[in-house]
């Protein structure tokens, strides 16, 4: 084990899935969201297969016991993804990486009702507060639904983060049943080629031609977000789950330099507040897991922020 590694590695990976969601949310004006999860998807493909043939794992890695499985995983990610992408269209970029930390919050309550896992006194008092927080990171954008245009585009785009966080966390659920029985690097592929050929079906609703600038932006998008996944599930192979899973909320700070530089975003006071309390949410809920000996790392290693 070498914790420093990964954690390196898990900040690496933090920080290339912000730079991609940014690249999504370059083009979002223009380029609808299934496009981008198509985009996305293709384009992690070859570098997950050039990162398994340098492993030696091509022919023991793509096995598949539970086509299923994989299949419904694939579903409600890509479904988390398309929602994730068009929430970038609608809300700064700090707003939607706070709201999405309510996906490991949504977890713990379906771990409990789907997988009868016993959820202590802890973790759901750790998950009353992180709802807490969301609550206030949304009030404002809720109460803005009827309001001018801008408001209200800003409001359906709360709502968008909010269920695509719903997707992702019942997408870790069936990573949790899925790790069981499938090899990492299985879950990891066909997750992208699930998301690719799913995201196909959206062609009728307005995909565009976009430029060489816009294409060039989601090509790298995809190459990125390929590169995020493999730093990603690397870093639990140095360092236990419960020692870099807080990394994850590096991302918020990742999210207000990126947003504040490239897109002129500036984080409310209510944004950070709500923020802080969600993150030292999902932070307690870490620990409580760790000291309760449950096993995260193989599902930690393959969940993406978008799904």
Not at 17 to 24: E, G, P, R
Not at 96 to 113: E, R
Not at 147 to 160: C, F, K, R, Y
């Amino acid at each position: 084990m070498n914790p420093l590694k990964g954690i390196a590695l898990k900040l690496c990976a933090v920080l290339l899935f912000i730079v991609m969601s940014a690249l999504i949310k370059a083009v979002s004006d223009t380029v609808p969201s299934g496009q981008a999860v198509f985009f996305r998807s293709v384009f992690a493909i070859p570098v997950i297969l050039i990162w398994l043939s340098w492993r030696h794992d091509l022919s023991t890695g793509l096995r598949v016991n539970s086509p299923m499985g994989h299949f419904w995983r694939g579903f409600v990610g890509t479904t988390a993804m398309g929602l994730g992408f068009a929430a970038l269209g609608l809300l700064p970029l700090p707003e939607v990486t706070a709201l999405g930390y309510t996906a490991p919050l949504l977890v713990v309550i379906f771990a409990a009702m789907f997988l009868d896992e016993k959820v202590g006194v802890f973790r759901i008092g750790a998950v009353m507060l992180g709802l807490l927080g969301v609550i206030i990171v949304l009030l404002p954008r809720l109460t803005t639904l009827s309001g001018p245009t801008v408001e209200t585009a800003q409001a359906v785009g709360a709502i968008l983060v909010i269920l695509s966080a719903t997707c992702a966390a019942l997408a870790q659920i069936y990573i949790r049943k899925l790790v069981k029985t499938e090899q990492t690097s299985a879950i990891v592929f066909y997750f992208s080629l699930t998301a690719t050929l799913l995201s196909l079906l959206t062609i009728p609703f307005g995909w565009v031609m976009p430029t060489l600038w816009q294409t060039s932006l989601l090509i790298l998008a995809g190459l990125i977000g390929g590169t995020a996944q493999i730093f990603l599930t690397s870093a639990y192979r140095f360092a236990d789950a419960s020692v870099i899973a807080p990394f994850d909320y590096a991302s918020m700070l990742f999210a207000i330099i990126i947003g504040f530089v490239f897109f002129s975003e500036v984080p409310t006071k209510q944004m950070l507040i709500g923020a802080s309390l969600v993150i030292a949410a999902g932070i307690i809920i870490i620990l409580c897991e760790r000291y309760l000996g449950l096993q995260r790392g193989q599902a930690r290693a393959i969940k993406t922020p978008q799904g």
